[in-house]
């Protein structure tokens, strides 16, 4: 509790996710519009700097008086989190100029999680672009840049991926990406836009027996 004391100086603490919140008291979690008060335990599983992916625990009453089967007791997750998550208001804004472009799926799931789900946005007039890319509650904006620029992060990608021979996915690492490049979401988002518009020609094929993936050429459409 923060005290009077106008020199008070909250301390800050950095714990690794998942993380659990436990109290005999309430909880109270806003984002200043809407409010879940809890009492009990909180399962933190992911955050960003858009939203937080949490679940809530009933209290367990019935944990001291123990099971006759030596079994632990069923932990229910609280209906109102679910209401709470929905009215907040955590979506990040499309800037004004920006329309939807496509959606697509992310064809894998890393560590158990839900595949991620990529929103493209562009910009007409100066053919920008931005992508959400939303995953287990989080939504993370990235913004790409004009291919009318040629230090922007799209036009950096566009530079990169125009190789004279096919290329796949795994051939771009980001530790040897070029600045602008070194995360996977952007590389996926970059080849994703542009095959859409036409830069790169997207092929799907078929390794092994049931792995599929995608291959990449650079096609003749320029820049206007």
């Not at 944990?63 to 932990?75: F, I, S, T, V």
């Not at 600045?179 to 988002?189: N, P, R, V």
Request: aromatic share 8%.
């Amino acid at each position: 509790m923060r005290n009077g004391n106008s020199n008070h100086k909250p301390k800050r603490y950095s714990f690794p996710l998942p993380l659990v919140i436990k109290s005999d008291s309430t909880i109270t979690i806003t984002d200043g519009k809407a409010q879940l008060i809890h009492q009990g335990e909180i399962l933190i599983r992911s955050a960003s700097d858009q939203s937080i992916a949490f679940e809530t625990f009933q209290p367990e009453r019935n944990l001291q008086q123990g099971n006759k089967h030596g079994e632990e007791p069923q932990r229910k997750i609280s209906p109102r989190i679910t209401s709470l998550i929905e009215s907040l208001d955590v979506q990040p804004k499309v800037p004004n100029g920006y329309s939807r472009l496509t959606t697509e799926k992310a064809k894998t799931a890393s560590h158990g999680r839900e595949r991620s789900i990529y929103e493209y946005y562009k910009r007409e007039r100066d053919a920008s672009y931005m992508v959400l890319v939303k995953r287990n509650g989080n939504i993370r904006p990235w913004k790409l840049g004009s291919l009318l620029k040629p230090d922007s992060t799209i036009s950096i990608a566009l530079k990169e991926f125009s190789r004279e021979k096919p290329f796949y996915r795994r051939d771009l690492k980001p530790e040897r990406m070029p600045s602008g490049l070194k995360h996977g979401q952007i590389i996926k988002a970059c080849l994703s836009i542009l095959s859409y518009e036409g830069f790169l020609d997207r092929t799907e094929i078929l390794v092994g027996k049931k792995r599929k993936t995608d291959r990449y050429i650079r096609t003749l459409k320029r820049l206007p």
